[in-house]
């Protein structure tokens, strides 16, 4: 699927390379550029709009002058993520937000993200396959967050090399702001003094490693971990659980997991740290809200996923 994006210059620029740079295009794609010329179109300002110079397309180290516009044409490798089988989902997906960059899906809990040896063909990415080939849109699948399979809520899949690889530095630079609901074990204490309880709300600064003897358990580490920090707010209590908003400053497998563990507030639900399946059949913990720039038209966006029924049930 080519994206095609046009750029009005608003200055003079050294190079079309500059211009690209300030809109922070990634390496990839200007190694897409520099080899196919044609993707790149300038024309001069004015009615007729008629294209400047070489019907061929145009160098990333040619002159941008203010006034002109600039058409970029961004193709998706050949055979994008052609390894992946569209299927029809059990559940229709749901939408939450959709554009020419972004893909904004409302994950169901019990669906896993990408195909692997026991979900091959029921995995998000083969859901959303067969929903953009019914719409003649073939892409690479580039979901930007992981999101375990029992984990519901917001995620986001880039349509193009362009989106993707803005989004992935966002990510890594945490420029995105990741909200998540979960129903915790136990309420909280306004004075922990008193009660040995943690508080209502606050900042869980510790380490998290592997756990040992396994690849997949973590464990609060404070001594050989990788640094960790998430805060919480408790948003509602119920006689033996409560509702808590957690915002992980970090990335590290499990986090939110290791952390509610660590203050004494597991997760309901939690097949591998805290197996209590009394109140709710699922690990308790939901995607609810991302806060990210959109990475072509610069826009701030608060996509969020409505917390699910289930977790109010609990209270």
């Known amino acids: 699927m080519d994206r095609v994006i046009s750029y009005h210059v608003e200055k003079d620029y050294p190079s079309i390379r500059a211009f690209l740079k300030e809109k922070r295009y990634p390496a990839a794609v200007l190694s897409q550029l520099k080899r196919n010329p044609e993707q790149l179109e300038i024309f001069a300002e004015g009615p007729e709009m008629e294209e400047r110079k070489d019907q061929n397309g145009?160098?990333?180290?040619?002159?941008l002058p203010v006034g002109t516009d600039l058409?970029?044409?961004?193709?998706?490798?050949?055979?994008a993520s052609a390894q992946i089988t569209p299927v029809e989902p059990r559940e229709h997906l749901k939408i939450l937000y959709e554009d020419e960059d972004l893909l904004v899906i409302d994950k169901e809990a019990g669906v896993a993200v990408h195909p692997s040896l026991h979900h091959r063909e029921d995995s998000l990415a083969n859901a959303v396959a067969q929903y953009l080939e019914g719409k003649g849109e073939h892409i690479v699948f580039r979901c930007i967050h992981?999101?375990?399979k029992e984990t519901s809520g917001v995620i986001v899949i880039a349509k193009n090399m362009l989106s993707g690889g803005i989004l992935a530095e966002d990510m890594q630079e945490r420029r995105i702001g990741k909200t998540y609901?979960?129903?915790c074990d136990g309420v909280?204490?306004?004075d922990p003094e008193k009660s040995g309880r943690a508080e209502k709300e606050g900042v869980i600064d510790v380490p998290i490693g592997r756990q040992e003897g396994s690849v997949i358990l973590r464990c609060a580490d404070p001594e050989k971990g990788q640094p960790a920090e998430t805060e919480y707010r408790v948003l509602k209590e119920g006689a033996d659980c409560s509702l808590v908003e957690f915002r992980p400053k970090t990335g590290r497998c499990h986090q939110i997991r290791i952390h509610a563990g660590f203050i004494g507030h597991p997760l309901l639900g939690d097949y591998l740290y805290y197996p209590h399946y009394e109140k709710i059949g699922r690990v308790a913990l939901h995607a609810w809200k991302l806060e990210l720039t959109h990475p072509v038209t610069g826009e701030k966006m608060i996509l969020e996923s409505p917390i699910p029924d289930a977790f109010e049930k609990c209270l």
Do not use: P, S
């Open 58 to 63: 145009h160098k990333l180290h040619e002159q």
């Open 71 to 79: 058409r970029v044409t961004i193709r998706e490798e050949k055979g």
């Open 146 to 148: 992981r999101l375990d």
């Open 181 to 183: 609901v979960a129903v």
């Open 188 to 190: 909280f204490e306004n």
